[in-house]
């Protein structure tokens, strides 16, 4: 649902919140953000626990879950809740994190694809954090077990499950089979036969 009337970052994060729903900002337009479903928990939880990890062991930065937001565009404002994200040490203000939505881009924004997602949608999402800065974006395709990363507009490429998905040159050094990105969506639907 979107509510046709424009406000800013700063009138969102003061809004109250409403119980079982949640906001971003489009060109200063009200959107509402679907829920999220079991698998798409399982994946950020898996995320967190390869990314966050590996950041503290090597003094990177700091790894968010779903639900923290960017202010990735001004006037009109975008704000914008990556599934996963990444913002590197040098970024985070002397003032610590934020007590709302940063004020920038992440330098690593992930996307976990939902059955109900348009691929045209995602990508036009995917489009706006390269251009307001973001350095590296994964998107993750729970159904077909791949990933998407994209380090610019122009420069994108697909790892199947085999494929070694690595942190560049925002998180060095790091490196994950893609298939370890879903695994646990193989362990949690053999528990259930």
């Known amino acids: 649902m979107t509510v046709k009337q424009r406000i800013t970052a700063e ?22 953000v679907p829920g999220a479903g079991g698998e798409h928990g399982v994946i950020v939880r898996v995320c967190m626990r390869l990314l966050d990890p590996y950041a503290v062991a090597h003094d990177l930065g700091e790894v968010f879950a779903d639900g923290v937001g960017y202010t990735i565009h001004h006037d009109p404002d975008v704000v914008r809740i990556p599934d996963v ?13 934020p007590v709302g939505f940063w004020p920038f881009a992440p330098d690593l924004a992930v996307e976990i694809v939902s059955p109900t997602d348009r691929a045209e949608d995602v990508h036009g999402k995917v489009l706006e ?8 974006v994964w998107v993750l395709w729970p159904r077909d077990r791949r990933v998407t990363v994209y380090t610019s507009a122009e420069a ?26 879903f695994g646990a969506l193989g362990q949690a639907a053999s528990h259930r036969d």
């Not at 954090?129 to 590296?136: I, W």
Request: no cysteine.
């Open 129 to 136: 954090y390269l251009e307001a800065g973001t350095r590296l």
């Open 156 to 181: 994108a490429y697909e790892l199947g499950a085999d494929g070694v998905l690595d942190g560049g040159e925002v998180l060095p050094g790091f490196r994950a089979i893609v298939s370890e990105m």
């Open 85 to 97: 994200s990444f913002v590197a040490k040098a970024r985070v203000p002397r003032t610590g994190v």
């Open 11 to 32: 009138d969102l994060w003061e809004m109250p919140e409403v119980p079982g729903k949640r906001f971003e900002l489009v060109r200063g337009e009200l959107v509402e």
